[in-house]
């Protein structure tokens, strides 16, 4: 679901961090001129650390929507995973194999659910509460 590092990167990142630069300084005592900076790389580790929680929490709902809008746009291989079937529906999208793929398509449609979802797991202040076919406060999309 996360686009760009894994999740196991950025769990070997979040580790090397804590490891390397927090408890050092955390058995040093450290002095409140440089706990600046560690303090807003801990407050980058804590959301990178609840943005694995949520992938985790949400991951396997998420993937199963997205398979579902997938297969009703005739992209379904149960061998193969949701990533795969993405890149199969953007391949066909280059190519123009997919009919109308606009505003009110249900490749328009897929688009935009697969981004709130992700949003939702990777940003706790996104707002899934405005109505998703009008968009933030009714206005343009």
């Known amino acids: 679901m996360i686009i760009g ?8 990142a979040l580790a090397t961090f804590l490891s390397r630069d927090v408890v050092p300084r955390l058995r040093a005592g450290g002095d409140s001129a440089s706990d600046a900076g560690l303090a807003f790389r801990t407050l980058i580790a804590a ?35 949701t990533e795969s079937l993405e890149g199969d529906l953007v391949a066909a999208l280059r190519r123009g194999d997919v009919g109308e793929a606009g505003p009110g398509s249900l490749v328009w449609a897929h688009a935009r659910a697969s981004l709130v979802e992700m949003l939702s797991a990777v940003n706790p202040r996104f707002d899934v509460a405005w109505n998703r076919d009008a968009g933030p406060a009714g206005g343009a999309q």
Do not use: H, K
């Not at 894994?6 to 070997?12: A, G």
């Open 5 to 12: 590092p894994t999740s196991e990167e950025l769990l070997d």
């Open 47 to 81: 959301n990178v650390a609840a943005t694995l929680a949520a992938e985790q929490r949400l991951g396997s709902a998420i993937d199963a929507a997205q398979r579902s809008r997938l297969g009703a746009l005739g992209f379904r291989d149960g061998a193969r995973g």
